[in-house]
């Protein structure tokens, strides 16, 4: 559904619903207009639908469709303007306003917000370009003697703020440092000779908190613990091939030294042995 507005008094407006809407000075038309120049019932809006037709009943009043006269009728679409008497009207959708609006309203835009006690929390709105200075043709103009007529110039480019001092006599300094050009960031102070401000606009994406996915209790051991190896403590592995190794080490030893005990054992027994035969055999010989 679509409503016919001033584009300077948001209160007078009406709704275009069928069957049709009237226009004119007389107190019972749907939309009254307050102008000697506009005839009592000076049109009317046939409405069907999205179909909106303009019939302009009265022939000594004039009716402009987007700056052309309206002499009998003609279709009139959304956006269209009607220019009736000293009255600028625009068709518009209600809902698409609103979705503007809201966005709008939600977009973060940069400003100034004034410091000096005279002015202090005063917010100056920064346009893509927007020139300050003492001289009227400036976008924010302060009758101070202490500014250039054209004293500093504000771009916003890609979404960020950047200052350009225009060759004043005093100097433009960000955070207390003067400066020729350069970037502006959300929180910074900008002054212009003693003229300060804080900057208020969006974050860069460093000021936001960066989430790191969340771990388990004992993934989080673990990595303590690789943390203790890594600063110089035993690793779990190496320790227990060392071991092994030592174990391995010792096994062989005890082999070695086990086979040794067993050769002495048998070159005892032999040693006696043949001791003992010597001794029989020289008893029989009658050496004894």
Same mark, same amino acid.
């Given at each position: 559904?679509? =409503?016919?507005?001033?584009?300077?008094?948001?209160?007078?407006? +009406?709704?275009?619903?069928?069957?049709? +809407?009237?226009?004119?000075?007389?107190?019972?038309?749907?939309?009254?207009?307050? #102008?000697?120049?506009?005839? =009592?019932?000076?049109? *009317?809006?046939?409405?069907?639908?999205?179909?909106?037709?303009?019939?302009?009943? &009265?022939?000594?009043?004039?009716?402009?469709?987007?700056?052309?006269?309206?002499?009998? &009728?003609? *279709?009139?679409?959304?956006? $269209?303007?009607?220019? +009736?008497?000293?009255?600028?009207?625009?068709?518009?959708?209600? =809902?698409?306003? =609103?979705?503007?609006?809201?966005?709008?309203?939600?977009?973060?835009?940069?400003?100034?917000?004034?410091?000096?006690?005279?002015?202090?929390?005063?917010?100056?709105?920064?346009?893509?370009?927007?020139?300050?200075?003492?001289? $009227?043709?400036? #976008?924010?103009?302060?009758?101070? %003697?202490?500014?250039?007529?054209?004293?500093?110039?504000?771009?916003?480019?890609?979404?960020?703020?950047?200052?350009? #001092?225009?060759? &004043?006599?005093?100097?433009?300094?960000?955070?207390?440092?003067?400066?020729?050009?350069?970037?502006?960031?959300?929180?910074? *102070?900008?002054?212009?000779?003693?003229? %300060?401000?804080?900057?208020?606009?969006?974050?860069?994406?460093?000021?936001?908190?960066?989430?790191?996915?969340?771990?388990?209790?004992?993934?989080?051991?673990?990595?303590?613990?690789?943390?203790? #190896?890594?600063?110089?403590?035993?690793?779990?592995?190496?320790?227990?091939?060392?071991?092994?190794?030592?174990?391995?080490?010792?096994?062989?030893?005890?082999?070695?030294?086990a086979s040794g005990g067993s050769g002495w054992i048998w070159v005892t027994g032999l040693l006696l042995a043949a001791a003992t035969l010597g001794y029989f055999w020289a008893r029989n010989q009658g050496y004894f």
């Open positions: 559904m679509f =409503k016919l507005c001033d584009l300077k008094d948001a209160s007078l407006s +009406v709704w275009l619903v069928a069957p049709k +809407v009237t226009l004119g000075r007389a107190a019972n038309c749907d939309l009254t207009i307050a #102008d000697d120049s506009v005839a =009592k019932l000076q049109a *009317e809006i046939v409405v069907d639908g999205e179909t909106l037709t303009l019939n302009n009943l &009265s022939g000594a009043g004039q009716i402009l469709l987007n700056g052309s006269p309206v002499k009998g &009728s003609c *279709e009139v679409k959304l956006n $269209d303007q009607l220019q +009736v008497g000293g009255r600028v009207l625009q068709v518009v959708d209600p =809902k698409v306003t =609103k979705l503007r609006a809201a966005a709008s309203a939600s977009s973060v835009a940069w400003a100034l917000r004034a410091n000096h006690p005279a002015i202090a929390g005063k917010v100056f709105p920064v346009k893509e370009t927007t020139v300050v200075g003492r001289s $009227d043709e400036c #976008d924010i103009t302060f009758s101070l %003697s202490h500014l250039s007529r054209r004293h500093a110039r504000l771009e916003v480019r890609e979404g960020l703020l950047f200052v350009t #001092d225009l060759g &004043s006599a005093n100097g433009t300094y960000l955070n207390n440092k003067r400066i020729v050009e350069t970037r502006v960031r959300r929180g910074d *102070e900008l002054r212009f000779d003693t003229l %300060s401000f804080s900057v208020v606009g969006p974050a860069d994406d460093l000021d936001k908190t960066t989430v790191r996915p969340a771990i388990s209790i004992p993934q989080a051991r673990a990595a303590s613990q690789e943390a203790k #190896d890594a600063q110089g403590r035993p690793n779990v592995v190496s320790f227990a091939e060392t071991t092994r190794e030592r174990q391995k080490y010792q096994g062989s030893s005890a082999v070695a030294e």
